[in-house]
């Protein structure tokens, strides 16, 4: 590894405190003078790097970069291969990735990365706002398993991000998941999931599936209709760590999915904020404006089965295991 690169590492994982270049050339086993060298390259790059006499170094996280080499870094050594591309803009993550994936220039375990998506979209045809320094990012999945498995792709994408949240992010609560592609922080939204496929007209299965994450990092220039139902992930922590760990998560519990119980499904039960509560269920008819819904069921959200169903008793005391894509469910 370069000494650039070291250098990098050693800022990222200080967490915004300040390292000094003794320090660094100490830790990195190289001079001082190798290590002003690396510093001069990466602000080249664009990395805002600040340094203060008898301090040292850091990386101010409220601005920090996604660049793909920050994020590589941050993989594991297995990972460091994969493409990852990275975009200040971009109208949609999903849309670009779908396009290099058909172009045949990227494959599984690819990523595409954005600071903000003008055309971003969420589910049902809904749109997902999103602004400028959020994390905004696209993984291409080649499923080796059943399609009648795929279901759990979001499922497992779920867990993945809740668990990179609280590892790399360092919030008081636990990050929770909405049934079924939705995380929240006390109680607000802080991130979408929409999983989409590409299918191979020849053989008529699935070639590749493109996993979109939307995280909130801040809430400003949210509009007003927004910002009492959203919230975000603030804090001081970098966002390519960030992306780098929700990439590393997303394609390790999808190799899971084979197994005839996969591990997160557990987790997803542990994290599942609407277990026990009541709430309403919209069955086929929201799509974009809420003011279409119908009156909302009200049942009792009882668990998650195996295949990441949502199991829930209506008053009548009937129960029903719901499926992604056919229903919308709020908290009553």
Known sequence: MAVKDEVLKALENSKGNYISGEELSQKLNVSRAAVWKGIKSL??????????TNKGYRMPLDKDAITKDAVRLSLPLQMRNNDILVFDTIDSTNVKAKQLVVEGKIGHGSAIIASQQTAGRGRLGRSFHSPKNGLYLSVVIKPDFEMSKSTLVTVATAVAVAEA?????GCEEPAKIKWVNDIY?????????????????????????IIGVGINTSTKGFPDELKSIAGAVEGRYSRAQLAAKVIEGII?????????????????????LLTGREIKVYKGVYRKDPADEIRGIKAKAMGID???????????GETETLTTGEVSVRLD
Not at 165 to 169: F, G, N, P
Not at 185 to 191: D, I, S
């Open 185 to 209: 922080l006390n109680n607000k939204k802080v991130c979408g999931i929409l999983t989409e496929a590409i299918a191979d007209f020849e053989t008529g299965s699935i070639d590749s599936l």
């Open 165 to 169: 949240i609280d590892d790399v992010c």
């Open 306 to 316: 195996d295949e990441g169903g949502l199991i829930v008793m209506y008053e009548s």
């Open 252 to 272: 390790d519990h999808v190799k899971e999915i084979s197994d005839d119980l996969p591990g997160f499904i557990e987790t997803y039960r542990e994290r599942s």
């Open 43 to 52: 602000r080249e790059e664009g990395f805002v790097i600040e340094a203060v």
